[in-house]
C-alpha cells in the first residue's frame, strides 16, 4: 500500500503530527510519503492508494494551501481511501462550546471543498508561547488557564496538547497499519 500525508501547518505542531504520522505508518508493507501542500510542487497523486491530509486552524478558517491542494485533486481524493484531521486549539479546551466550534470548523471546511473523507478528527494543537508577541501571548494565557483549569500555569513555556494516541488509533482504523505488538504477536506463533 503506497500512503500520501498532505500537511499544512502555520506554527508547526501540523507538520510534527504528519511527520509522526509517517514514522507510525511506513512498514514493510505500506510505503508513505509525505507533502507540505504549501511547497508548490505537486506528486503524481494518482499513484497513491489512501490520502491522509491534516490543516490547522488559524483566525476560525483552516489554510488556503490545503483548500487548493484539494481543489485540485478533489475527484481522485473522493475516490480513494481518504482521512482529513483538523488540528486547533478549540479541540484542546475541554468544553462543549469549544469541542462543538472545533467541529463546525471542521465540518464548514468539509462542506466549502467538497472533500468525503471516510474518516475525519479534531486534533488538538499546540501553544507555542515563546514565539508569540504580547498580544499572542495574553490571549495564549487566557487559553492556558482555562484549559489547565487553575491559575498555576508557566507562562515561560510551550505547550503540546496532541493526543497521539487517539491520533494513531484513528489511523489504525483507517489503515491497516502493523504495529510492534501486532509483529511480536505473530513471530510468537510461529
Known amino acids: 500500500m503506497k500512503v500520501l500525508i498532505v500537511y ?4 508547526g505542531q501540523t507538520q510534527k503530527i504528519a511527520t509522526e504520522l509517517l514514522n507510525f505508518i511506513k512498514s514493510e508493507t505500506t510505503s508513505c510519503d ?11 497523486v494518482g499513484s497513491y492508494d489512501a490520502f491522509v491530509l491534516a490543516a490547522s486552524i488559524h483566525h476560525s478558517e483552516h489554510q488556503s494551501s ?3 491542494f ?14 482529513f484531521l483538523s488540528v ?3 479541540a484542546a479546551l475541554p468544553d462543549a462550546l469549544h469541542q462543538q466550534e472545533a467541529k463546525s470548523y471542521l465540518n464548514t471546511f468539509l462542506e466549502h471543498t467538497g472533500l468525503q473523507p471516510r474518516m475525519s478528527l479534531c486534533v488538538a494543537g499546540a501553544l507555542r508561547y515563546q514565539e508569540m508577541d504580547y498580544f499572542r501571548r495574553e490571549l495564549a494565557r487566557t487559553i492556558l488557564l482555562r484549559t489547565m483549569g487553575t491559575t498555576d500555569v508557566d507562562l515561560s513555556r510551550d505547550y ?3 493526543d497521539y494516541e487517539e491520533v494513531y488509533s484513528l489511523i489504525e482504523t483507517f489503515l491497516p ?3 510492534i505488538k501486532q509483529d511480536v504477536d505473530e513471530s ?3
Open 8 to 11: 499544512a501547518s502555520t506554527e
Open 177 to 179: 497499519v502493523p504495529t
Open 34 to 44: 509525505l507533502l507540505n501542500a504549501g511547497d508548490g510542487f505537486r506528486l503524481p
Open 88 to 90: 486547533s486549539l478549540s
Open 70 to 83: 484539494i481543489q485540485d485533486n478533489k475527484d481522485l481524493l473522493n475516490q480513494k481511501p481518504c482521512c
Open 160 to 162: 503540546e496538547f496532541t
Open 66 to 68: 490545503m483548500f487548493h
Open 188 to 190: 510468537t506463533d510461529i
